[in-house]
């Protein structure tokens, strides 16, 4: 299984990341179709989208970065 994003990959995970944070914690409204279309279409992983959402369902991960999160899950950012 693939851990790694790139550094475009990992731009998009951020946008998906802020996303699911304002889902969850703000109410905003959900728009997981276009999300799901935007990095499945940059061959980002199911699960390290799915890990994405996740590490957002606690909302003071939303104030550390989202880097050392995805690190702390095994999922690495390549140049």
Same mark, same amino acid.
């Given at each position: 299984? &693939?851990? $790694? !994003? $790139? ?10 990341? @802020?996303?699911?944070?304002? !889902? ?14 935007? @990095? &499945? ?13 996740? @590490?957002?369902? &606690? ?9 050392? @999160? ?7 950012? !390549?140049k």
């Amino acid at each position: 299984m &693939d851990n $790694t !994003v $790139t550094q475009e990959q990992f731009r998009l995970l951020q946008g998906f990341m @802020l996303h699911c944070w304002a !889902v969850y914690h703000e109410k905003a409204n959900k728009f997981f179709g276009f999300w799901a279309e935007q @990095l &499945d279409e940059a061959k980002i992983p199911w699960h390290i989208q799915n890990t994405a959402a996740y @590490l957002m369902e &606690d909302r003071e991960n939303g104030f550390r970065y989202f880097r050392s @999160l995805l690190s702390s899950k095994g999922i690495e950012v !390549v140049k």
